[in-house]
């Protein structure tokens, strides 16, 4: 599912759910939205779960009719900065090898 969609009163969320629900008749959109605006829940309505999101208060449940648009995934910014964990090495290469590595290529492990 997550895709990012836009919300008639401009928020932004993550497609989280869709389908029945207990609370009401219908089909139901589950988002969490985006870290700058503000939602109803965390994914529970009426003691039953749809969904989870990683801030409690970001969840909300609304028809089909009050999204707006499919917007890019990164309107959606969700759970602040990703952490890096101190000392990670992060080359984007392939082939890296650390320092004083041989080239000599292993035939059993």
Known sequence: MNWTYELEDGRVGTLKFM???EFAKGQWIGLELSDKHKGKHNGTVEG???FSVLKNGQGVMV???KIKKRVAAKKAHVGGQTKVKAGAVATG???WKPAGATTEKKTEY
Do not use: D, M, Q
């Open 19 to 21: 389908g029945n629900v």
């Open 48 to 50: 039953t779960k749809y």
């Open 93 to 95: 290469k392939a082939n």
């Open 63 to 65: 028809k089909a009719a």
